[in-house]
């Protein structure tokens, strides 16, 4: 069963970073493009970054393009997203995805003084 | 990519049949998936390439077009369909979703 789950996320003020984590489990996690999707209280969902398979290709929402770096670690099955810079719009639940075919249930951020 | 997906709410009953609208500004070819969202779970893939049905979708639901107009249609609607649903272009980046539908109970 293919599960993926987040972690990392929290209260942080604004101007701090943040790192977000996503466990992959139940499928050859090197074999797939992975995907930061967010959601904002009450809003509709944001595509965010996206990393191929072995980390050739990466692309990043023009919204947190040079303050978000998304990475994998294949040898443990987990995706990261590092956040700086952080912004009161960057509040969000925040999804990782396998391609488009499944995704995580969310881990929140919330920034905010 | 802009996403325009329509109607915003949709209040249905069990039995009935529905139809949800997405139309992409710009032409998409059938790169369009579509996803259902329910509180507490994981957001599922419900079809992609805009009209193929993801392993495990019931075959009440369908999805049609290509290019920049699309349609899911739920037929014979039943009580665990209620939720929300959202059309992703992924013809080019930014992946881009429509705002959403929220089917509700009549």
């Known amino acids: 069963e293919v599960q993926l789950v987040e972690s990392g996320g929290g209260l942080v003020q604004p101007g701090r970073s943040l790192k977000l984590s996503c466990l992959a489990s139940g499928f050859t996690f090197s074999n797939y493009g992975m995907n930061w999707i967010r959601q904002a209280p009450g809003k509709g969902l944001e595509w965010v970054a996206s990393i191929s398979s072995s980390s050739s290709y990466i692309y990043y929402a023009d919204t947190v393009k040079g303050r978000f770096t998304i990475s994998r670690d294949n040898a443990k099955n987990t995706l990261y997203l590092q956040m700086t810079s952080l912004r009161s719009e960057d509040t969000a639940l925040y999804y990782c995805a396998r391609l488009r075919d499944y995704w995580g249930q969310g881990v929140m951020v919330t920034v905010s003084s | 990519v802009q996403m325009t997906q329509s109607p915003s709410y949709l209040a249905a009953s069990p039995g009935e049949s529905v139809s949800i609208s997405c139309k992409a500004s710009k032409s998409i070819s059938n790169n369009l998936a579509w996803y259902q969202e329910k509180p507490g779970k994981a957001n599922k893939l419900l079809i992609h390439s805009g009209s193929t049905l993801q392993s495990g979708t019931p075959s009440r639901f369908s999805g049609s077009g290509s290019g920049t107009d699309f349609t899911l249609t739920i037929r014979s609607l039943e009580s665990e369909d209620f939720a929300v649903y959202y059309c992703?272009?992924?013809?080019?980046?930014?992946?881009?979703f429509g705002a959403g539908t929220k089917l509700e109970l009549k």
């Open positions: 992703q272009q992924y013809n080019e980046y930014p992946d881009t």
